[in-house]
């Protein structure tokens, strides 16, 4: 895991030759105000995460525990379309909070709910409240979907 500050790179194009040497490495990217389209350049050049230094403390590092499980962290105004370059700062990102990064790596493993439910200790409407709030926070309907962003997320 590498936290960069977009700033102090030389070149966007940076984080391209970062990926390329270092494939296994989560790649963070912290910029001031980045637009939709900054971060989704981002992405494609290779970094698992592009967040805006206005974020509070803690959603950064919900950021980059998500990112440590390779799921890519983008505000929901850049990954919609038709956003524009809508600032991030306003609002942030919709970021996970760690039970719910839990719940989705079980999730992520194909895991039932009665089964999310027994190993980390919770209720199975708990599961499924977290399932919930981990689809809208996505933007995604259902585990086909969740699956299918998996699948992207690792090409």
Do not use: W
Not at 15 to 31: F, M
Not at 36 to 65: P, V, W, Y
Not at 89 to 98: A, F, Q, R, S
Not at 124 to 133: D, L, M, Q, W
Request: positive net charge; proline residues 5%.
């Amino acid at each position: 895991m590498v936290l960069l500050n977009f700033g102090s790179l030389p070149t966007p194009g940076t984080v391209h030759q970062l990926h390329e040497r270092h494939p296994e490495t989560r790649l963070v990217v912290l910029a001031n105000r980045p637009t939709a389209a900054e971060c989704n350049q981002m992405l494609s050049f290779g970094a698992t995460a592009c967040i805006s230094k206005e974020t509070q403390g803690r959603d950064i590092i919900n950021a980059i525990h998500l990112a440590s499980r390779g799921m890519h962290v983008l505000p929901r105004s850049a990954s919609a379309g038709g956003m524009g370059d809508r600032q991030l700062g306003t609002p942030g990102p919709d970021l996970l909070t760690p039970r719910e990064a839990d719940v989705l790596e079980l999730l992520q493993e194909g895991r039932t709910n009665a089964e999310i439910a027994h190993r980390l200790s919770i209720g199975i409407e708990t599961v499924r409240t977290h399932a919930r709030n981990i689809y809208r926070k996505l933007g995604i309907a259902s585990r086909r979907d969740l699956a299918s962003l998996s699948r992207a997320g690792k090409a």
